[in-house]
């Protein structure tokens, strides 16, 4: 059986919700752009209610790795349940979890989109999302145990706990591996060389990939109605304390909105990673896209 | 179907759950035991319970397997559980897994599927008795289900059932364990304090609540089924579901409809859906995502149900 499971993997801030309204507007065959609050992609990994809906029991009876090791497993039944492809967001690290497996299932897995971005301006794009400072965005982007959703606060968040590792660990994690058919594609490249860059996403996720589709679904998923639509009717995914989820939707904010010192101990911390997806120059200095 | 010969199983203590008389070797919540060594209407004891499950009937999910009668259930690194014929719970611990997980997974899914088995339409919420009647609270797992429940207990309402809530062929509300479970943060914003009460599991930062005086351990009618979900306005609605819409919130909040399907329950279920539909309101309540004013919750549906009863 042909695998079914599509996965939209990044670290927050990279284009994400981007991609999933593209992918929206790309299946759909309405006028209108698709709505930011029905986006037709099928749930992040790890929804809790997706997760128990599969599962028979709740993930809030389990622990923090009982939780881990179930959710490979959930999406191995899910997958070989489906006639047709679902493309999920995930945020978490890809990691082994307890039992040895990967966290997603190889062998229902159809393929992975990587997105990343230049960590200069995840890093402000990540801060305005979290409601904090720019450091201690970076704190976090450097914090080989930043989580999501942490279990160990007594809540019961809609998200199970998310491993995301440092950000280089992040890039790392989902790029090196080479059992699992994967698309790596930058942020920046969605901006400044969209159309060739949604074609390749698109004939990799087995969607229209013509010309014509391509540019309808970009129009209709741009950052300006990405906004509008926050604007006049708010975005049930977006963070509950920042004032916009969409905010800028551009690339090289660093260049005014980080300090010296802020832009070098990003370097320090993900320099090799960075390097190695084009974001430094020769000399070790943020390249300008 | 055989009622299990208490002679093999004699010194396990009595409890009153759901409205049966069940013998378990589980230390069940104490304000639950019973004085008795009658008959009994089910067991819960330890036993073997195969490692595969392939005696339970088709996979139902990645950990679970049903046909009319049996289901089995497997939550890794802590047991196995086998529920049969509405009578009987067998459970297989793996490892040392302690007694506080077991009770959780026997008094939730395993006992739900047992009111499945026999026949109950078991709704996911909490029962909260208002005047003589209840309303049944349903929602997905965060909608804040338990923080309303303990929230109108601290306003005085009674609790009738938290998170299993089985029905009677007439609509009536069985009551359930003295007890709510409630995490950490529910607690903090309602000025409970946690360090006294024992955790669901020593793992997890989500307490057992007694309910004490606040337990309403009779049968009541259900007044009106409220499904509870946030959206990104900032006011609180309330819509009353009619028809195919009230039809399928009931479907949504079924307890595990993967075991009523798994268990050839499903048009007996639809069946129950549609006379529950037909006789108390269902209502849509949302909440504003930013901020949790349980306050405005709770006013909302005293004063929704109040109105439900007026145009009655």
Request: with cysteine; hydrophobic share 40%.
């Amino acid at each position: 059986m042909t695998p079914k499971l599509y996965w939209l993997a990044s670290y927050p801030k990279s284009g994400n919700t981007w991609m999933r309204a593209f992918i929206t507007n790309l299946r759909n065959e309405t006028d209108d752009p698709a709505s930011i609050n029905a986006l037709g992609t099928s749930g992040i990994a790890s929804d809790r209610a997706l997760l128990d809906a599969f599962l028979g029991f709740e993930t809030a009876d389990l622990t923090t790795s009982e939780i881990a090791r179930i959710r490979p497993e959930v999406f191995a039944w899910k997958g070989a349940q489906q006639a047709q492809p679902t493309y999920h967001k995930i945020h978490d690290a890809l990691e082994r979890v307890p039992g040895g497996r990967w966290l997603i299932p190889e062998e229902q897995t159809a393929g992975v989109l990587y997105m990343l971005r230049n960590p200069l301006d995840v890093a402000l794009s990540y801060a305005n999302h979290r409601s904090r400072t720019v450091d201690d965005a970076i704190l976090k982007m450097g914090d080989p145990n930043h989580r999501l959703s942490k279990q160990t606060k007594g809540t019961q968040h809609r998200q199970v706990e998310q491993r995301m590792l440092t950000w280089s660990q992040h890039v790392e994690s989902w790029t090196a591996q080479t059992g699992i058919s994967t698309l790596i594609v930058r942020y920046e490249d969605m901006l400044h060389l969209s159309e060739e860059t949604f074609q390749s996403v698109a004939a990799f996720l087995g969607l229209p990939s013509d010309r014509e589709s391509i540019a309808d679904a970009l129009r209709k998923s741009s950052f300006n109605e990405l906004r509008r639509q926050e604007d006049e009717e708010g975005f049930h995914e977006g963070p509950r304390k920042c004032a916009n989820f969409f905010r800028q939707g551009q690339a090289g904010g660093w260049q005014t909105d980080l300090s010296d010192a802020q832009i070098n101990q990003i370097i320090a911390d993900h320099g090799l990673a960075m390097r190695r997806f084009g974001y430094l120059n020769a000399d070790g200095s943020p390249r300008v896209m | 179907m055989n009622f299990p010969d208490r002679r093999v199983f004699p010194e396990a203590p009595y409890y009153r759950v759901y409205g049966l008389t069940l013998q378990s070797d589980v230390a069940l919540p104490g304000e639950a035991r019973l004085e008795s060594d009658g008959a009994v209407d089910a067991t819960i004891r330890r036993g073997r319970v195969c490692e595969q499950g392939t005696e339970f009937g088709r996979q139902i999910g990645p950990y679970v397997r049903a046909k009319p009668g049996a289901l089995w259930l497997d939550i890794p690194d802590v047991a196995r559980f086998a529920v049969r014929d509405g009578r009987e719970i067998v459970y297989e611990p793996i490892g040392d897994v302690g007694h506080q997980a077991l009770r959780l997974f026997l008094l939730g899914s395993c006992l739900g599927a047992l009111m499945i088995q026999r026949g109950h339409l078991v709704l996911h919420g909490n029962a909260i008795r208002i005047g003589d009647g209840v309303a049944i609270c349903c929602g997905v797992s965060g909608a804040g289900k338990s923080t309303l429940a303990a929230s109108m207990m601290q306003a005085g309402q009674q609790i009738v059932a938290d998170d299993v809530c089985p029905l009677t062929e007439q609509g009536e509300i069985i009551p359930g364990l003295p007890r709510i479970k409630l995490w950490q943060d529910s607690a903090e914003r309602l000025g409970i304090a946690t360090d006294t009460l024992e955790r669901v599991r020593p793992e997890l930062k989500k307490f057992e609540l007694p309910l004490g005086e606040a337990f309403c351990n009779q049968p009541l009618p259900v007044s009106a089924v409220y499904v509870l979900n946030t959206h990104v306005s900032s006011e609180f609605s309330a819509e009353v579901l009619t028809g195919i819409a009230a039809f399928e919130a009931l479907k949504a909040h079924t307890y595990r409809f993967r075991y009523v399907d798994g268990l050839g329950k499903k048009i007996a279920h639809f069946k129950a859906c549609g006379r529950l539909a037909s006789r108390v309101p269902v209502v849509s309540i949302k909440r504003p995502r930013a901020g949790f004013e349980i306050d405005k919750l709770n006013a909302l549906i005293l004063g929704d149900l109040k109105q439900q009863r007026l145009s009655a």
